[in-house]
């Protein structure tokens, strides 16, 4: 399921960039979020997608989350939430 | 003893003819008015009623209609209760009211409320002698459109309801009204008027029929005059039995007409006038556009010989005329009025070149981190489509940015009964397309849902869950 998940996360990374016409770095796990090319509106959109098709989403059920910095840091955290959530 | 200052409902509708041909019509019945000159709908009990504050509440149109036609200068004060009233309102409404009489064709279940005269009231008249002679200068009580809670009690008077109200022979031929609304809400009780003083007849709607009945209906009584909200008239061209009325006049009013429901009714309509008019319970009847275009001309704010003043103030409209409620009922009620006497509708206006546009309602404004969207900006935006048929643009909740927007959209099924799954994503993806062309990037939706059917309040409006 794992590797579904974060196939999930780069396709909506790259329709909503194709939407907003911006122009998405490439996907490295160490890629800082701030640089993935994405802004803000792009980037709650990108949320509101994977609530839609994961059924999750991490930034709203936790009171201490802490943020993501990196790519790679969000898709884990989705990854681990998506467990929790299954098991 | 005190004494009417202007002609009573009675008198004015007496006064514009009393023809066989004028008549109130309900599903199943129909009343002509000249049954009035020499009966009643309340039995012999009419003087009863005779300085009382009234609450008329019952559950069909043509009752209240009689009911109200009768009682103009005999009460005090009448208070209409539309048929959605919630009635864990009552004991409110009955003691800020002070009601002391209730008049209604369902008195079993509103005789528990303390009110000691409870008059029972029919949609027939029966032959009698009646005393008309009206003494109050009457008030009206209305309830706001589209009040969540403890209902807000505007007051009117017959005058500043029928200030926009054209007499009689104003009109060539034979005038029959038809509404969409509730007579006993603002939108609706300026049809009823306008068929009673114009010298017309007024073809009631039911709650609980069909639109493609009520057209149907329509067609058959010959309505030359038909009104409703856009909701209303987006629902209404949906059915095939729009297509048999050929009105002369037909209005939008109530909600912002966007340029495709205007488009939309010109061209299900093109022998009749298309207008759209504006209109509140507060501030009353305040213009009517004609040129066939939504918003409304710069110039309209400095129209001199107009008995309306319209400003705008912190963006939104604020209009003064004679045709205002006089004030809020109750206690602790805020001011109606500003200090120049303004009533401020809390309709955000926008000024594109020489014409001004309708944003939406202030307070229910989407926030997308900071940058401000009126709903129903988008929503024109979407309606443009032409399988489009309606659309509802709503905030919704986002950890990033506060809120996003998200748009629900009712298809026009047109001929087909169903719209296969390719041209649903065809289409998604078009609304998409033309909002990516006409709206800054945060007012496009973030997602479109395709639904049957969206809520629609009692007053005709689309439900938005903020107004």
């Keep these: 399921m794992a590797a579904s998940i974060r196939t999930t996360i780069i396709s909506q990374f790259e329709q909503v960039a194709a939407e907003q016409r911006h122009k998405l770095a490439s996907l490295t796990d160490e890629r800082p979020l701030m640089e993935s090319g994405l802004d803000s509106l792009a980037f709650a959109i990108v949320v509101a997608r994977l609530e839609d098709s994961l059924g999750i989403d991490p930034f709203s059920a936790s009171e201490e989350l802490q943020f993501p910095v990196t790519f790679g840091d969000f898709i884990h955290m989705y990854e681990k939430m998506y467990e929790n959530a299954t098991t | ?35 009035l000159e020499s009966g009643s709908a309340l039995g012999n009990r009419l003087s009863e009623l ?51 009489a209730i008049v209604t064709d369902t008195p079993a279940e509103l005789s528990g409320f303390g009110v000691a005269c409870v008059m029972p009231c029919h949609r027939a008249v029966h032959r009698q002698a009646v005393d008309r002679s009206a003494r109050h200068d009457t008030e009206w009580i209305l309830f706001t459109s589209g009040t969540t809670g403890v209902p807000k009690m505007v007051v009117h008077t017959l005058a500043t309801l029928t200030g926009a109200i054209k007499p009689a022979g104003s009109l060539a031929g034979p005038v029959v009204w038809a509404t969409f609304y509730d007579i006993r809400r603002y939108g609706g009780l300026q049809i009823f008027l306008r068929a009673l003083i114009g010298g017309g007849s007024l073809l009631l709607s039911d709650a609980g029929e069909p639109v493609s009945a009520f057209l149907a209906r329509a067609t058959e009584h010959g309505v030359t005059h038909i009104t409703g909200t856009p909701t209303h008239w987006r629902r209404a061209l949906m059915s095939p039995a729009a297509r048999a009325l050929s009105p002369e006049y037909a ?142 643009v709503t905030a919704r909740k986002n950890p990033i940015t506060g809120a996003i927007v998200a748009a629900e959209v009712v298809l026009a099924l047109g001929a087909e009964p169903c719209i296969d799954a390719l041209t649903v994503e065809r289409t998604k993806a078009e609304i998409l397309e033309t909002c990516r062309s006409a709206l800054a990037a945060h007012k496009v939706p973030a997602s479109i849902r395709i639904v049957n059917a969206l809520a629609v309040t009692p007053s005709g409006k689309l439900g938005r869950r903020n107004a």
């Design chain 2, 251 to 392: 209005r939008l009013s109530g909600e912002i007409a966007d340029q495709a429901v205007i488009d939309h009714l010109q061209s299900t309509f093109p022998e009749a006038k298309v207008a759209h008019a504006f209109a509140s319970t507060e501030a009353g009847v305040a213009f009517e556009v004609t040129d066939g275009q939504a918003g409304f001309p710069s110039s309209f704010l400095a129209r001199d010989g107009d008995d309306v003043d319209l400003k705008v103030q912190d963006d939104t409209l604020r209009i003064r005329s004679s045709r205002t409620a006089l004030r809020y009922l109750g206690d602790g009620s805020e001011s109606l009025l500003d200090a120049e006497g303004f009533v401020d509708t809390g309709d955000v206006l926008e000024r594109r070149g020489e014409r001004y546009h309708f944003a939406g309602r202030r307070g229910g404004i989407i926030n997308v981190g900071g940058l401000k969207i009126h709903p129903e900006e988008v929503e024109a935006v979407i309606n443009r489509h032409p399988n489009v048929r309606m659309s509802l």
């Design chain 2, 1 to 35: 003893m005190p004494r009417r200052r202007t002609a009573s409902l009675w008198e004015s509708l007496a006064r514009a003819g009393l023809e066989r041909g004028r008549s109130l019509c309900a599903t199943d019945t129909s009343i002509t008015l000249a049954e």
């Design chain 2, 50 to 100: 005779r300085d009382r504050s009234v609450l008329v509440s019952t559950s069909d149109q043509l009752a209240a209609a009689l009911a109200l036609i009768e009682l103009d200068g005999i009460a005090r004060r009448l208070v209409l209760c539309p048929s959605d009233f919630d009635r864990a309102h009552l004991p409110y409404v009955l003691a800020t009211a002070e009601i002391d």
